[in-house]
């Protein structure tokens, strides 16, 4: 059955009208605008997010979303690729690689985001991941399980290389698991986290030390993970 829109403004104005008279308060809204969900976001300086999804390929690819919600395909391959840094200038990803299925073959490359070009940092047949920058983007920190003689290790220890791959260092040589480092943003110190009090594998805490790796200090104390 047709009903004429006419007939349902009168209607609702009747009711505001009725309801005024009545010394009730009412008052007509705009209608209710959709949720910026960057709000947050948009208050924040980066203007890029990078993550890793299986949405297109079940190994696992990397995408570039911007403030405007606007997402692209950075890697097309059938490679793994996981734990994406974005350079303090923009510009560049780092992010580890490698088989899905095959850990020792992870190795840590950079993206260009304007060329498209991949450079390839380390190549050896050990599990290299979780990459971060320096404040000036001229140093990459990553947890590597690698010896002082660069064999094979069943523990992470933390290096740092050049953003070419050079001047290889190790910052930390513990019996137990040093990972995930990050780098503070005034550059002087890399946080971290470690099994070296708990020594118990995956039992983590937090750690941080000076850029050079000295003066490693625990700040987390906990019962659990």
């Known amino acids: 059955m047709k009903v004429n829109k006419m007939f349902f403004i009168i209607v609702y104005a009747s009711v505001v009208l009725a309801l005024a008279l009545s010394g009730i308060s009412c008052s007509v809204k705009n209608p209710i605008e959709e949720e910026d969900i960057y709000a947050l976001w948009k208050e924040q300086p980066n203007e890029k997010i990078v ?101 094979l290790s069943g523990t992470a220890d933390i290096y740092v290389m050049n953003n070419d791959g050079s001047a290889l260092t190790q910052l930390t040589n513990s019996s137990w698991e040093d990972n995930d480092p990050e780098w503070s943003p005034d550059g002087t110190r890399i946080v971290f986290k470690s099994t070296r009090n708990t020594q118990q594998s995956a039992r983590e805490e937090i750690y941080v030390m000076n850029s050079d790796g000295s003066n490693p200090q625990r700040l987390t104390t906990t019962s659990g993970w």
Do not use: C
């Open 51 to 151: 993550f890793m999804s299986k949405a297109d390929s079940p190994e696992g690819e990397l995408y570039l979303l911007d403030k405007n919600g606007q997402i692209t395909r950075l890697t097309n391959n059938n490679r793994h690729e996981n734990n994406p840094a974005i350079s303090f200038d923009g510009k560049k990803v780092a992010f580890n690689g490698g088989q899905k299925d095959s850990l020792l073959t992870w190795e840590i490359y950079i993206l260009d985001f304007h060329t498209g070009k991949e450079i390839r940092l380390t190549n050896n047949n050990v599990l290299d991941a979780h990459p971060d920058w320096s404040p000036d983007d001229s140093k990459i920190v990553f947890g590597s399980f690698r010896d002082t003689q660069g064999n």
